[in-house]
């Protein structure tokens, strides 16, 4: 069973601000973290992806993300937000049964 | 870039009735994916599917089927549809199991 945990259900932070929201996770077997956002009345749309190697991964916008294997964390991160960043955000977690577990996101608030 | 379509976008109908929701991807994709969203549990995956006729369980799939026509084309089907299942449901596609996800824009289903 796989399971994805967002501790904050509502990040808020002042546009320039650095942000980062929490994931973890729990899976027995090999497995792929990703992060995906979703504003408001669209979609949801991919950000970036861990499968191996560098622990710390890019992804658009200037979004980053670290893997943990002793923490089962994989946080996403940025330096610098834009008011364009708020949004929910979604960590998920895959194995090798092609399904993906979501949490239950985190909503991302940016004052300007 | 990936397209998923969805359709309708906006349903409402009464407890008892027959639904079915539509999902056209057009990336050749091989998976495809039904999730239904709601404030607290996030993204929950309903069912979905390796290819044409092929289906596979998700993890809520009671009062849903599903069918998957044809590679592009992927059916949710309700049919004694019940308030419990007003929610936003999304369709997903992706090439292979570990790689991203392209969403469409989401149905809304009102169940009265």
């Known amino acids: 069973t796989q399971t994805v945990s967002q501790s904050d259900a509502h990040v808020t932070v002042f546009e320039g601000d650095s942000v980062e929201l929490r994931c973890n996770y729990s899976y027995g077997g090999s497995i792929y973290l990703s992060w995906y956002i979703q504003h408001h009345g669209h979609g949801l749309q991919f950000l970036l992806k861990?499968?191996?190697?560098?622990?710390v991964v890019q992804g658009v916008n200037g979004f980053e993300a670290e893997f943990s294997k002793s923490d089962s964390s994989f946080h996403l991160r940025k330096a610098s937000v834009h008011w364009s960043d708020s949004a929910v955000y979604f960590c998920?977690?895959?194995?090798?049964?092609?399904?993906?577990?979501f949490g239950k996101g985190t909503k991302l608030s940016v004052k300007s | 870039e990936a397209a998923v379509t969805q359709s309708p976008r906006n349903k409402v109908t009464v407890t008892g009735g027959n639904v079915t929701l539509s999902c056209r991807q057009t990336?050749?994709?091989?998976?495809m994916y039904w999730y239904r969203q709601d404030t607290g549990h996030g993204l929950r995956l309903i069912h979905y599917?390796?290819?044409?006729?092929?289906?596979q369980i998700g993890d809520v799939p009671d009062g849903y089927k599903a069918t998957r026509t044809t590679q592009e084309d992927f059916f949710l089907l309700l049919e004694l549809a019940s308030p419990s299942q007003t929610s936003l449901y999304f369709c997903a596609s992706t090439g292979t199991g570990n790689a991203e996800q392209f969403f469409g824009p989401g149905t809304r289903l009102t169940v009265l």
């Open positions: 861990y499968y191996s190697g560098n622990p």
């Open positions: 998920a977690v895959g194995g090798s049964n092609a399904k993906l577990t």
């Open positions: 990336n050749s994709h091989n998976y």
């Open positions: 599917s390796y290819g044409a006729g092929n289906l």
